[in-house]
């Protein structure tokens, strides 16, 4: 069974870096709007992330040092398929903007963009509309009165601000010889508008929508950008089709002038809505069920490989080699054990990667067995040319498939040790005598080359079973492949 690879965040690891570049100077209004009006939208984790790569970015900074996604990983406590869907709610609702370079090394940047304020939060009709779904009227009530400033009642009090030529006066010459200085082309911070999020269904015909009311009383006039839009949230959210959203703009509509109440629009289509459905309306980002099913097939995979006799250990060895390229999990191990990865084991590296024609994970069960099991300080080239072609030749296409051949070849080599020594010790019992006849005939190996007793890689010393178990949990918590917690 092979492990899907086709999920957006795949393409995301861990050891990509990125930078945080604050487009706007956050105050502590934004941030209460963001903790009461857009979590409840985006949820905890997205949240959260927003909150640390903000919190990333110095004070009077607007851009962060290098950081790995490991770290960001490593203190939000979330896997990769996590990451990138709190990262896309916060691009749809208008929070972040991504980019991305790819040559000539691969960098990410996250734009943080501010929140909207909440006056226009409120007017807002997709915002406002999802935030009275996820919280309900009261709620929604009780949030909107944390923002509401009375205003000053302008009949009892008289203005008396002075303008700014009643206090100041400047030389207008010197502004002139000045205005080609003042025209330099630079970015100034917070000098754009924040990004609202839009819906535009190809599944509601406006033309058709408009044709049906051209024989009602409704003032065509009357739908406004601002109302057709309204519209359009309106079919998204509830599903209202044409026929039901011309019938929904004839009721809030006044029958003298042909004028649409917004807000009593929006209010009968909620109230419709609910009358039907008990539930509220729950949003899922298009990567929920992704994430479920790459969590099952993940849970189905340890099934089956726990029943074909493999360990906890050996399953731990199996996802990680599936989750990365053999550059990283070599690299992974040497900063680990402390080295690192020299130029001759690129270069043999690279020649089993062009030419053995072998799965990356089972190349990297290669790697695992040189660099962990026997402990090797380097990937010795001759060794692994003589692994590779053998599980080429054998046809050894899955990682599973590769790590019961190295368990073999340990079970097969014990043996041999075993029968070795009780040769030894026979040998030493029965020296100086002349018969040899009832000595133990020693079965012929079976074992390729490279597994061979007598190879001198066998004089490494292995590592125990305790050592391998930690340092793949060392490793797995390095890479964080997406289990969360880990």
Known sequence: MGVVLGYPWKNLSPKDGFLVKQQALLSDIDQKILTFLYQPLVGNAAYSLYMTLW??????NYWSE????SELLALLNIGIPELYQARIKLEAIGLIKTYL???????????????????????????????????????????????VVETIDKNKFQE??????????????????????LKQPVSYIGNTSSTRPKVDPKTFDLKFFYTGLNHQYVNRSSITKEIEETILVLHTLYGLDELAMQQFVLNA?????????????????????????????????VVEKDIEVDSNQQKMRETELTKRGLTKEDIAVIEVSEQISPVDFMNSIKDQKGGFVTKPEEWTLEEIVKKANLPTAVINILIHYILVVRNNPTLDQKLAYKIANDWAQEKVLAPEEAIQKVKKMYSENAEKRQQQENRSKSYTQNRGKANYGNQTTIRKETLPDWAKEGNKQSEEKPMSEEEQKAFMERLKRIQNFGKEGE
């Open 253 to 285: 509509s006044d029958i003298e002038t042909g004028k649409i109440d917004e807000k009593r629009l929006k209010k009968l289509a909620y109230d419709d809505y609910h009358n039907k459905n008990q539930q509220n309306i729950s949003l899922k980002d």
């Open 55 to 60: 919190t990333e970015i110095e004070e009077e």
């Open 101 to 147: 370079q790819t040559s000539p090394t691969k960098l990410i940047v996250y734009e943080l963009q501010a929140p909207q304020t909440s006056d226009v939060f409120f007017k807002d009709d997709l915002l406002s509309l999802l935030l009275l779904e996820k919280v309900g009227e009261r709620k929604f009530k009780k949030l909107r009165n944390r923002f």
């Open 160 to 181: 008396i601000t002075k303008s700014f030529l009643d206090v100041f006066q400047f030389d207008a010459e010197l502004l002139k010889r000045e205005k080609e200085l």
């Open 66 to 69: 290098g950081i790995l996604h």
